[in-house]
């Protein structure tokens, strides 16, 4: 199992590859103007990306026009669409179970289910980067394609921009990442089984099993004091008429319990007088 700076460590790379890949869905330059031939000295700058086009003029304005319509734009830009929001979407939730699953955490239940929500988490992860890999290849393609057919006008050629290299580098964040995490899996062990990480005990449950427990031996301290060794004495003995004090009988555990109550009086048996002969 991966050790907790490793977790760590994927953990980061985990969230700079969500934060990279969020970047990268919405900025606009996922292809821009390529300055080649008359395009070196023009003064306008054209970018493309998922969600508008965008244009900028030397004089410093700049305008940007929304893509409205889905069903108009090519298979490869709504297949870019698709899996970069659901790239984002799946790897929020992997960073859910990965806090989880982080042995530097409380919460999350015991070993098991830390090393079942990691695995979880590492599966999302690498799925992430797997979608976020697939319209960057996609679009790096299709744009490499149109650069080099020749019967394209050299106004309408256009390079990969900085968003793509941001969805490259956010793929693979996300693929290391995922496999940090996907080390958790265990293999077979035949030691103790895992114990379960719990909170601390409240102080005042504490409290209260103190009280129960010091009730309990104060009833059971009453009863033994209670208790009188001439209960369990059967026949005749001369030491039941004769004066005995009460503290003779009671144990030490008891003399306390003696002292405070209040003191009876002293008992005193008949004695006969004998005449002499």
């Known amino acids: 199992m991966a050790s907790t700076g490793m977790q760590i460590f994927g953990f980061v790379l985990a969230l700079l590859g969500i934060m990279g890949a969020t970047v990268a869905t919405l900025l ?25 086009d965008c244009t ?11 893509k409205y319509s889905v069903l108009s734009l090519p298979a490869y830009l709504q297949t870019a669409r698709t899996t970069m929001v659901l790239c984002c979407v799946l790897a929020a939730m992997g960073l859910c179970l990965a806090s989880l699953g982080l042995k530097c955490t409380r919460w999350g239940g015991g070993r098991r289910s830390k090393r079942q929500a990691a695995i979880a988490s590492g599966s999302c992860f690498v799925t992430a980067g797997f979608l976020c890999l697939v319209p960057a290849s996609w679009f ?15 106004s309408n050629k256009f390079e990969p921009g900085g968003a793509v290299y941001v969805a490259f580098v956010s793929a693979g964040f996300l693929f290391v990442g995922g496999s940090i995490f996907c080390m958790s899996c265990p293999g ?8 379960v990480l719990l909170p601390p005990p409240d102080k005042l449950l504490l409290q ?12 059971l301290q009453h009863q033994y004091c209670s208790l009188s ?16 004090g009460e503290s003779r009988w009671l144990s ?12 009876q009086a002293p008992q005193w048996a008949p004695l006969t007088t004998m005449a002499a002969p």
């Not at 996922?30 to 493309?48: L, R």
């Not at 900028?56 to 929304?66: H, K, Q």
């Not at 077979?188 to 114990?195: F, I, M, N, T």
């Not at 030490?252 to 003191?263: I, Y």
Request: glycine letters at 6%; one cysteine or more.
């Open 28 to 52: 606009p330059n996922w292809k821009v103007s390529a300055d080649v031939g008359s395009n070196i000295i023009t003064a306008i700058s054209q970018m493309q990306g998922l969600w508008m």
């Open 252 to 263: 030490p555990a008891c003399h306390l319990q003696a002292a405070a109550s209040t003191p």
């Open 229 to 244: 060794p001439l209960d369990n004495k059967t026949g005749y003995s001369l030491q039941d008429y004769v004066f005995l």
């Open 208 to 219: 209260q099993q103190q009280q129960q427990l010091l009730q309990q031996q104060q009833e």
């Open 188 to 195: 077979k062990r035949h030691g103790p089984q895992d114990l």
């Open 140 to 154: 790096t393609k299709e744009v490499i394609t149109n650069f080099l057919d020749s019967s394209v006008p050299e």
């Open 56 to 66: 900028w003029y030397s004089t410093g304005m700049f305008s940007c026009t929304l």
